[in-house]
């Protein structure tokens, strides 16, 4: 059964900077795409990056030049690095992960920005 366990979540000033992980139970290698959505209050969860089994790079508009996605393979990690960060960044983020049998998600991690 795969696994995906996020951490570096917390409260950050605007302005501020955050670094997520998801540690997967498997290689990141071994998935077709995995990615970072955030769900913020009262919303339904929308992708904010995402990175292909070729390295390809995928980024929600409002966090190009912000976020930067990348992966450790030999850790067995995906990142989201957070730079600038603005109030309307808040919301529980989730790792994402496909392959070729199923969708899994992790457990979230929260990412508050105060003013």
């Known amino acids: 059964q795969v696994q995906l366990v996020e951490s570096g979540g917390g409260l950050v000033q605007a302005g501020g900077s955050l670094r997520l992980s998801c540690v997967a139970s498997?290689?990141?290698?071994?998935?077709?795409?995995m990615g970072w959505y955030r769900q913020a209050p009262g919303k339904p969860r929308e992708m904010r990056a995402t990175?292909?089994?070729?390295?390809?790079?995928y980024y929600e508009d409002s966090v190009k030049g912000r976020f930067t996605i990348s992966r450790d393979n030999p850790k067995n990690t995906l990142y989201l690095q957070m730079n600038s960060l603005k109030l309307e960044d808040t919301g529980v983020y989730y790792c994402y992960g496909r392959n070729d049998w199923s969708d899994y998600w992790g457990q979230g991690t929260q990412v508050t920005v105060s003013s």
């Open positions: 990175i292909t089994s070729d390295g390809s790079t």
């Open positions: 498997r290689s990141v290698f071994s998935f077709i795409r």
